[in-house]
């Protein structure tokens, strides 16, 4: 079992720039793919990046350029750094982790379904 905790959520005017961190804790002597999905209201959970178990890292194409997604193995963080956010950025951020396993990994393709331990979400507000 892994335990994941957001942080870094807030409000942030359009264009504007903020920093997700995820803290992992537990069993962390295995290894994850980790990586960020998003939720708006009324919307379906979607993926926004992912870090797989080799450091390789895939965005859904509306954060490309903008958003940065990175893991510290030392600290069992992961961030993602999100820049110039439009207001379409809103919604509650959610990180998530999959077991590293053979094979093509669920969660580095951006797949709710590939997400073996969720977080609790932080949100971001962007506005006007």
């Known amino acids: 079992q892994v335990q994941l905790a957001e942080s870094g959520g807030g409000s942030v005017e359009t264009g504007g720039s903020l920093t997700l961190s995820c803290k992992a804790s537990g069993n962390t002597n295995k290894t994850y793919s980790m990586g960020w999905f998003r939720q708006a209201p009324g919307n379906r959970r979607e993926g926004v990046a992912a870090v797989d178990c080799d450091g390789a890292t895939n965005y859904v194409d509306s954060v490309q350029g903008r958003f940065t997604v990175s893991r510290d193995n030392a600290k069992n963080t992961l961030y993602l750094q999100m820049n110039s956010l439009k207001l379409e950025d809103t919604a509650l951020y959610y990180c998530?982790?999959?077991?590293?396993?053979?094979?093509?990994?669920?969660?580095?393709?951006?797949?709710?379904?590939?997400?073996?331990?969720w977080g609790q979400g932080t949100q971001v507000t962007v506005s006007p």
């Open positions: 998530a982790a999959e077991t590293c396993h053979p094979g093509p990994s669920l969660l580095f393709t951006l797949l709710v379904a590939g997400g073996d331990y």
